[in-house]
């Protein structure tokens, strides 16, 4: 009898497992239609409920973190991509989020490491080697800045921010022809 009642047990606490998954799906892609729209409170709060409910999603965090990190709250973006690491540590976007922050942050030798490890990952991310390249252009290393810029523009030739980037890069070495035709081409 007690093999009965355990299973009974096991039973409801699955269906329960099962409800909140379903309820937490549905959420999540209201969180990220709301995100998308530019609804950012909406889906703020629908993020956050998905954290309470227990709906352990690396996105969730992640997406999470790209709200605070947009309205200045670094240290809350830190710690919610640190946890959609934590979650899935084999996602590459969270590694490049949180090296963006940290570039933004002047924290350039992080950011290095963080898109390094986000390439390992996905290596043609164009996201992660512009990341990259903005990383190395502040730590002075503009021969290091130039190619993976480059590399991320072969990967995404329309990325305005790779050309703005370019440009400065470009600039600093003196090549002012070079750095005027990128930053034309970033606009």
């Known amino acids: 009898m007690a093999d009965l009642g ?14 909140t998954q379903i309820n937490g799906d549905n959420l999540h892609r209201r ?5 998308a729209k530019g609804d950012l409170a909406s889906a703020e ?7 309470r ?8 965090f992640s997406n999470l973190g790209i709200i605070c990190k947009n309205s200045g709250r670094s ?3 830190i710690l919610l991509y640190q946890k959609a690491i934590e979650i899935r540590p ?8 949180l090296a963006n922050l940290y570039l933004q942050l002047g ?7 963080l898109s390094k490890k986000s390439l390992t990952l996905k290596s043609n991310n164009s996201d992660a080697l512009t990341t990259l390249g903005w990383s190395y252009k502040e730590l002075g290393n503009l021969e290091q800045a130039l190619a993976f810029t480059l590399k991320s523009l072969e990967l995404q030739p329309d990325n305005p921010t790779a050309y703005m ?10 090549n002012l022809e070079q750095a005027l035709a990128s930053t034309l081409k970033s606009l």
């Open 31 to 35: 969180a990220i239609n709301n995100h």
């Open 107 to 113: 924290k350039f030798e992080d950011a290095v490491a």
């Open 165 to 174: 980037n370019l440009g400065s890069i470009y600039k600093e070495l003196g």
């Open 6 to 19: 355990e299973s009974k047990d096991r039973k409801k606490k699955n269906t329960l497992e099962q409800k």
């Open 75 to 77: 240290e809350e973006a």
């Open 45 to 51: 709060n629908a993020y956050r409920k998905l954290i």
């Open 90 to 97: 084999s996602e590459p976007a969270p590694y490049n989020n």
């Open 53 to 60: 409910i227990g709906y352990n999603h690396h996105g969730v």
